[in-house]
């Protein structure tokens, strides 16, 4: 879980890393009062969960209230990597006098947490790995301590930044990694990390990722948690299943496994279909989770079809065969169905799925299930056309 900047940098501030004050806004009145507030020089840029903003021209720095209400006319609604932006941050404005790069990622090939810091910040990291290599430094974080590699220091030192910069850095970085380790993060990111012209180190950008999977034991992120996921995507959470809407798409789709419901976007794009959804119901899947699942899907209307793809190990597919046509027949969605069951019970399963006069996919490979709901969404199309002419 990606936590918006504005929520990132009040963590960083609360672990004692330095990173301008600042407020949301959603209308210009109120990117307005919010720079008012601040009583000086402010920037507004969009919050959006995305780099490049500032080339995009979605920061903006301002002099004044009504410079930052102009801005915010300017920036709000403007769609910047596929987010359209409906909230700004707006903040002190920091008189910057250098731009360094700092993150700690998560590294497989080195099995744990890495700290990355170039003094070139303002540019992107890769061209800096790429075309610099010398002014990029890379060092292990122990993952249970958080203490950073010693070799940093003499790295740092390498950089000959002023003392008292230098020292800053070190401290910041030391605080991110203790952060790192203690929130369990994927991703600390501060780039650019800002020496500002009273020679301060400041955090003007910032990309915290959370683990998941350690939720549990963040009370403080819960509220973050529930508030990313949309109403559908939290009530198939509640069913144990895992849904995320894709924007844009006319076809749902619900399987089991990972792997394979990714496998599904993919197929369901190759033969023109526009996936809704990515949805899989979990393991061990019985009647009633089954059912509550199917229900998010088939209520929906504007779908042009809907496909349903399972493999049955220890699930019973007659129980998962009787689920969905109880949703189908409460629900009636106005579009087709395809059905695909491998495994444990699965031919009493497309019997039962026949009879209710839901296309089955007598297949093993998913591509026929979805070369099928192609084919019968064309079939409709045609018929539809034919009977208008
Ligand atoms: P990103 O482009 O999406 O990563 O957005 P950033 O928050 O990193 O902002 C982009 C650029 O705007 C930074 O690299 C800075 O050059 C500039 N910027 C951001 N905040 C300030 C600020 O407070 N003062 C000044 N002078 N520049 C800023
Ligand atoms: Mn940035």
Request: proline share 5%.
């Given at each position: 879980m990606r936590l918006s900047e504005f929520r990132g940098k009040k963590v960083l501030?609360?672990?004692?890393?330095?990173?301008?004050?600042?407020?949301?806004?959603?209308?210009?009145?109120?990117?307005?009062?919010?720079?008012?507030?601040?009583?000086?020089?402010?920037?507004?840029?969009?919050?959006?969960?995305?780099?490049?903003?500032g080339k995009a021209g979605l920061v903006k720095l301002?002099?004044?209230?009504?410079?930052?209400?102009?801005?915010?006319?300017?920036?709000?609604?403007?769609?910047?990597?596929?987010?359209t932006v409906t909230t700004l941050l707006v903040e002190e404005q920091i008189k910057v006098k250098n731009e360094y790069y700092l993150s700690i990622i998560l590294d497989s090939s080195r099995r744990g947490p890495v700290l990355i810091f170039s003094p070139e910040g303002g540019m992107d990291i890769e061209q800096v790995a790429a075309l610099k290599p010398d002014r990029l430094v890379r060092v292990k974080v122990d993952p249970v301590t958080g203490e950073i590699a010693r070799d940093f220091s003499t790295r740092l030192a390498g950089?000959?930044?002023?003392?008292?910069?230098?020292?800053?850095?070190?401290?910041?970085?030391?605080?991110?990694?203790?952060?790192?380790?203690?929130?369990?993060?994927?991703?600390?990111?501060?780039?650019?990390?800002?020496?500002?012209?009273?020679?301060?180190?400041?955090?003007?950008?910032?990309?915290?990722?959370?683990?998941?999977?350690?939720?549990?034991?963040?009370?403080?992120?819960?509220?973050?948690?529930?508030?990313?996921?949309?109403?559908?995507?939290?009530?198939?959470?509640?069913?144990?299943?895992?849904?995320?809407?894709?924007?844009?798409?006319?076809?749902?789709?619900?399987?089991?496994?990972?792997?394979?419901?990714?496998?599904?976007?993919?197929?369901?794009?190759?033969?023109?279909?526009?996936?809704?959804n990515f949805l899989d119901t979990g393991g061990g899947i019985r009647y009633q989770r089954m059912k509550g699942i199917t229900t998010v899907l088939l209520r929906e209307k504007d779908f042009r079809g809907v496909v349903i793809n399972l493999w049955g190990g220890i699930a019973l597919l007659d129980e998962v065969a009787k689920a969905i046509i109880d949703v189908r027949d409460e629900y009636r969605p106005p579009y087709p169905l395809v059905v695909k069951l491998v495994g444990n019970n699965q031919e009493k399963a497309r019997e039962l799925l026949e009879?209710?006069?839901?296309?089955?996919?007598?297949?093993?490979?998913?591509?026929?299930?979805?070369?099928?709901?192609?084919?019968?969404?064309e079939g409709r199309a045609t018929d539809g056309r034919t009977a208008h002419a």
């Open positions: 501030r609360e672990a004692g890393l330095n990173s301008p004050n600042g407020s949301t806004a959603t209308t210009p009145a109120e990117a307005r009062r919010a720079a008012a507030a601040l009583g000086g020089p402010a920037v507004v840029k969009a919050m959006i969960p995305v780099g490049g903003r301002v002099a004044t209230p009504a410079e930052a209400e102009a801005a915010a006319a300017l920036i709000l609604g403007q769609v910047h990597g596929g987010h950089f000959k930044l002023p003392a008292q910069v230098a020292t800053q850095v070190e401290r910041f970085a030391a605080d991110l990694a203790r952060l790192y380790v203690q929130d369990d993060l994927l991703l600390a990111e501060v780039n650019p990390l800002v020496v500002d012209a009273a020679d301060q180190v400041i955090a003007a950008d910032c990309k915290l990722e959370i683990d998941d999977s350690s939720l549990f034991r963040h009370q403080e992120y819960q509220t973050e948690a529930e508030g990313s996921l949309s109403p559908m995507e939290k009530e198939v959470k509640g069913l144990g299943g895992t849904l995320i809407s894709l924007p844009g798409g006319e076809v749902g789709v619900i399987c089991n496994g990972a792997g394979m419901g990714m496998a599904m976007l993919d197929m369901l794009k190759s033969v023109g279909l526009r996936p809704s009879k209710a006069g839901i296309t089955v996919a007598k297949a093993v490979e998913t591509e026929k299930a979805v070369q099928m709901l192609a084919e019968v969404i």
